[in-house]
């Protein structure tokens, strides 16, 4: 091989770590022979290479099940035919397998990886790893990690050869050595070897998924009156709004917001990962056509018609809450099974007029939703439906009644991708309606003579309101 080609092979080995930024690959870990390897070795190394962007795995158990299915179990973790046939089946672009070894003339350990190309079995590259005393460590596991990491990256599940042919690979490096960890006399060392995530969690290391982007909403709202006729005075009672109000808005435009943090995934694993915190924000903006009667304050109260008025509205939703997450596998790649907790303010004000100014509402919430995978980070579907179980329409009663007894439920379905180095994208809809009775009477106005008698009360009897929003959001963002 001429020292061109040497040089270009090795600028593809240091280089792929930053080509993976793009594409992420799909990795299994097929076992790690020799006494003091297994299921703890497997995992403390799968720990490792979880913190390196751009990887997704499938769990050693799929692994050996479907070789199982296969026929090829007793074989799987020596053979490489056997190996690819697995991950060919499973889309698995590189698979690692492991050994560790006694050293000849001391007490420490040589853990040796290898990693082979998931399309056709061929051998990537092979590091070794130094393991002082014997003990496998967290820092043993994050050596062997980033010393086989640019073999993964070059693995392929699709049949042919891997990204670089194995008499073109590049010469090993020096075997990788940690050094040892001093002790004081009576003190053990103890075990750092990290464990892979039990189901039930928020993927290793994903603790904070913020993303942002455009929003539309739609409103419609029905308030219907209490039928009744004016009553002649002194004074007169005349009733607001006696046909009450059908309203629809466009589809306007606007800007969201959707964070959800788990700060448990820092520094743990397990279920308990999955508690986390959300905060949610949405505003759209718009104006509203409503035709405004204005009564002058005479002795006659007459009134006088405005007709249909522009009016400055304000639409915003914000949401804080709790949500817990938990994943029957691998988060991120296994279905999953949320349940959540919130309060929500909406709100909805319209300019300063006679006849209605909107209706804000401070409400609670319970969720329950799940997410379904297809078979790749690139598509998954999120659906959570809510319930409402009470409404405060707070001051803004009184543009409907005295009280309001409301209820109501809500929805979201949205299609979600994981892509490149933990970028996210999410396209969906949502839809909260609320609705309930009315009781009394509203806001009124009254209109006096000259001498300060009141001529005319004008009230407003409120009977029920139905009132939904329809949402749509394209968002992206990023998950750490």
Same mark, same amino acid.
């Given at each position: 091989?001429?020292?061109?080609?040497?040089?270009?092979?090795?600028?593809?080995?240091?280089?792929?770590?930053?080509?993976?930024?793009?594409?992420?690959?799909?990795?299994?870990?097929?076992?790690?022979?020799?006494?003091?390897?297994?299921?703890?070795?497997?995992?403390?190394?799968?720990?490792?290479?979880?913190?390196?962007?751009? !990887?997704?795995?499938?769990?050693?158990?799929?692994?050996?099940?479907?070789?199982?299915?296969?026929?090829?179990?007793?074989?799987?973790?020596?053979?490489?035919?056997?190996?690819?046939?697995?991950?060919?089946?499973?889309?698995?672009?590189?698979?690692?397998?492991?050994?560790?070894?006694?050293?000849?003339?001391?007490?420490?350990?040589?853990?040796?990886?290898?990693?082979?190309?998931?399309?056709? *079995?061929?051998?990537?590259?092979?590091?070794?790893? +130094?393991? /002082?005393?014997?003990?496998?460590?967290?820092?043993?596991?994050?050596?062997?990690?980033?010393?086989?990491?640019?073999?993964?990256?070059?693995?392929?599940?699709?049949?042919?050869?891997?990204?670089?042919?194995?008499?073109?690979? /590049?010469?090993?490096?020096?075997?990788?050595?940690?050094?040892?960890?001093?002790?004081?006399?009576? +003190?053990?060392?103890?075990?750092?070897?990290?464990?892979?995530?039990?189901?039930?969690?928020?993927?290793?290391?994903?603790?904070?998924? !913020?993303? @942002?982007?455009?929003?539309?909403?739609?409103?419609?709202?029905?308030?219907?009156?209490? $039928?009744?006729?004016? +009553?002649?005075?002194? $004074?007169?009672?005349?009733?607001?709004?006696?046909?009450?109000?059908?309203?629809?808005?466009?589809?306007?435009?606007?800007?969201?917001?959707?964070?959800?943090?788990?700060?448990?995934?820092?520094?743990?694993?397990?279920?308990?990962?999955?508690?986390?915190?959300?905060? *949610?924000?949405?505003?759209?903006?718009?104006?509203?056509?409503?035709? !405004?009667?204005?009564?002058?304050?005479?002795?006659?109260?007459?009134?006088?018609?405005?007709?249909?008025?522009?009016?400055?509205?304000?639409?915003?939703?914000?949401?804080?809450?709790?949500?817990?997450?938990?994943?029957?596998?691998?988060?991120?790649?296994? $279905?999953?099974?949320?349940?959540?907790?919130?309060?929500?303010?909406?709100?909805?004000?319209?300019?300063?007029?006679?006849?209605?100014?909107?209706?804000?509402?401070?409400?609670?919430?319970?969720?329950?939703?799940?997410?379904?995978?297809?078979?790749? /980070?690139?598509?998954?579907?999120?659906?959570?439906?809510?319930?409402? /179980?009470?409404?405060?329409? @707070?001051?803004?009663?009184?543009?409907?009644?005295?009280?309001?007894?409301?209820?109501?439920?809500?929805?979201?379905?949205?299609?979600?991708?994981?892509? *490149?180095?933990?970028?996210?994208?999410?396209?969906?809809?949502?839809?909260?309606? !609320?609705?309930?009775?009315?009781?009394?009477?509203?806001?009124?106005?009254?209109?006096?003579?000259?001498?300060?008698?009141?001529?005319?009360?004008?009230?407003?009897?409120?009977?029920?309101?139905?009132?939904?929003?329809?949402?749509?959001?394209?968002?992206?963002?990023?998950?750490?």
């Amino acid at each position: 091989m001429t020292r061109f080609a040497r040089l270009a092979v090795l600028f593809l080995v240091t280089l792929a770590p930053t080509l993976a930024l793009a594409q992420q690959v799909h990795v299994a870990i097929v076992g790690v022979r020799g006494k003091g390897g297994g299921a703890t070795a497997v995992q403390g190394l799968q720990g490792a290479l979880q913190k390196l962007r751009g !990887i997704t795995f499938e769990s050693t158990r799929n692994f050996l099940a479907e070789a199982d299915q296969r026929g090829v179990a007793d074989r799987v973790e020596t053979d490489p035919k056997s190996m690819s046939q697995v991950a060919r089946a499973l889309e698995v672009d590189a698979v690692v397998s492991g050994t560790l070894d006694e050293a000849k003339r001391s007490k420490d350990k040589v853990l040796t990886l290898s990693v082979y190309n998931g399309g056709d *079995g061929k051998l990537l590259g092979e590091e070794v790893v +130094e393991v /002082p005393g014997g003990k496998l460590t967290a820092k043993t596991f994050t050596a062997g990690a980033r010393a086989i990491e640019p073999y993964i990256r070059m693995g392929d599940h699709k049949p042919g050869p891997g990204a670089l042919a194995a008499a073109e690979r /590049p010469a090993r490096p020096a075997p990788v050595t940690e050094p040892p960890v001093e002790t004081l006399p009576g +003190e053990t060392v103890a075990d750092e070897s990290e464990a892979e995530p039990a189901p039930g969690g928020a993927e290793k290391g994903d603790f904070l998924r !913020i993303q @942002g982007g455009l929003s539309f909403r739609k409103r419609t709202f029905r308030y219907k009156t209490t $039928p009744r006729e004016d +009553e002649v005075g002194p $004074p007169k009672v005349t009733y607001i709004l006696p046909d009450g109000i059908s309203y629809d808005s466009s589809l306007a435009p606007g800007l969201g917001l959707a964070v959800e943090v788990y700060p448990l995934a820092l520094s743990m694993t397990g279920a308990v990962t999955g508690l986390g915190l959300t905060f *949610g924000y949405e505003q759209v903006f718009l104006t509203s056509k409503q035709t !405004i009667t204005t009564d002058e304050t005479t002795s006659t109260g007459a009134a006088e018609d405005a007709g249909p008025t522009e009016l400055d509205t304000t639409e915003r939703v914000i949401d804080l809450g709790i949500k817990y997450r938990y994943a029957f596998g691998k988060a991120g790649a296994a $279905p999953e099974l949320m349940a959540s907790f919130g309060m929500a303010w909406s709100t909805f004000e319209l300019e300063k007029n006679d006849e209605y100014r909107g209706t804000n509402y401070r409400y609670p919430h319970l969720g329950l939703g799940g997410r379904i995978p297809f078979g790749t /980070p690139l598509v998954a579907a999120e659906l959570e439906l809510r319930y409402i /179980p009470t409404a405060d329409a @707070g001051e803004t009663t009184q543009e409907l009644g005295k009280s309001a007894d409301l209820a109501g439920y809500g929805l979201t379905a949205d299609i979600v991708s994981q892509f *490149g180095a933990g970028f996210l994208a999410t396209v969906g809809i949502d839809y909260t309606a !609320i609705s309930g009775d009315v009781k009394g009477e509203g806001r009124s106005k009254e209109l006096v003579d000259a001498a300060g008698e009141t001529v005319e009360r004008k009230v407003r009897l409120g009977k029920s309101i139905d009132d939904s929003y329809l949402g749509i959001h394209v968002r992206a963002g990023y998950h750490f």
